[in-house]
């Protein structure tokens, strides 16, 4: 990226920073997240929320690096144990 185009994109507005992560966290295979809080404070980009994996965790701080090069990416995500329910639940 030309280092222009890089500095404009590093000087966005934070709102904007945060809706651009956080659509790439949307649409990217590698995460398709809609559940993940992105903050951003100047240069510093914050992700919360939970996910329930490793691997699907690494992938957030992945694409959201790419969403806003330049930023430094802060993965306050959780990783949760999902399982399967072990029956159906009666109401």
């Given at each position: 990226?030309?280092?222009?185009?890089?500095?404009?994109?590093?000087?966005?507005?934070?709102?904007?920073?945060?809706?651009?992560?956080?659509?790439?966290?949307?649409e990217?295979?590698?995460?398709?997240?809609?559940?993940?809080?992105?903050?951003?404070?100047?240069?510093?980009?914050?992700?919360?929320?939970?996910v329930?994996?490793v691997?699907?965790?690494?992938?957030?701080?992945?694409?959201a690096?790419?969403?806003?090069?330049?930023?430094?990416?802060?993965?306050?995500?959780?990783?949760?144990?999902?399982?399967a329910?072990?029956?159906?639940?009666?109401?």
């Amino acid at each position: 990226m030309p280092k222009q185009a890089h500095q404009e994109r590093t000087q966005d507005a934070p709102h904007y920073v945060a809706a651009r992560v956080q659509q790439a966290l949307a649409e990217d295979e590698r995460t398709n997240e809609l559940g993940i809080k992105v903050d951003v404070h100047g240069d510093q980009v914050f992700l919360r929320g939970r996910v329930g994996s490793v691997e699907r965790r690494r992938h957030l701080t992945e694409v959201a690096k790419e969403a806003a090069p330049g930023a430094h990416v802060h993965n306050e995500v959780d990783v949760v144990n999902i399982r399967a329910a072990e029956e159906d639940e009666r109401l």
